[in-house]
């Protein structure tokens, strides 16, 4: 399947955006793997730790976090804990996405969030099932879609790498972003991971 989209993204960028064509054809074939194992709480929250931060950043506090929860041979569900919040805050996050973070688990422990629920909602139900939790915003509930749902057609609008790329290609070829976004339907999601994959 990959490789049928790829073939897809290729084809459109040929006609419409040869800058893309490079960026692709550097890039190769790009895969949405989907953790193995992972549950709703641990994705939820590092979700939230990857709000408005570089990928090495959020990558640290993210590791400090998960090792201060193996330290205290705590689950992160368990270690999200109001007995905990220094611990927390010493690993680098902040006041709101505890918050955040902590609201997600109550709606988790009450059964009203797993993956089963949320999976099996057309995407504009998720969408307003995830930004209903404090803290939450468009850019998460697009991030979980991509990351942890698999979703193939997702644009994150307000993610500055791709707003910004997107905009640098457009004005290098003869199209504006609405229309190279309507041409990559129903794929736009691997858009997103080459453009992410280019900048890194």
């Avoid at 797993?114 to 209903?132: A, E, R």
């Avoid at 307000?158 to 609405?178: A, Q, T, V, Y």
Wanted: charged share 25%; hydrophobic share 40%; glycine share 4%.
């Amino acid at each position: 399947m990959s490789k049928k989209i790829h073939q897809h993204l290729l084809k459109v960028s040929n006609k419409h955006c040869p800058a893309l064509e490079t960026i692709i054809r550097q890039n190769g074939i790009i895969n949405i793997d989907i953790p193995k194992n992972l549950n709703i709480f641990d994705c939820l929250a590092q979700t939230v730790v990857e709000q408005q931060l570089s990928y090495k950043a959020a990558k640290s506090i993210w590791g400090k976090i998960k090792n201060t929860a193996a330290r205290l041979n705590l689950s992160l569900i368990d270690y999200f804990d109001d007995l905990n919040i220094e611990l927390i805050r010493d690993n680098g996050l902040s006041k709101n996405k505890i918050k955040a973070i902590l609201g997600a688990k109550k709606e988790i422990q009450s059964g009203a969030l797993t993956f089963k629920i949320i999976s099996n909602m057309d995407y504009p139900l998720y969408k307003k099932t995830i930004t209903q939790l404090w803290g939450f915003g468009d850019w998460s509930a697009e991030m979980i879609a991509i990351f942890y749902l698999g979703k193939t057609n997702i644009w994150s609008e307000k993610d500055l790498i791709l707003n910004r790329g997107i905009h640098e290609l457009c004005d290098k070829s003869e199209i504006n972003p609405e229309k190279l976004l309507a041409l990559m339907d129903p794929y736009q999601s691997y858009l997103a991971l080459h453009l992410w994959k280019d900048k890194d």
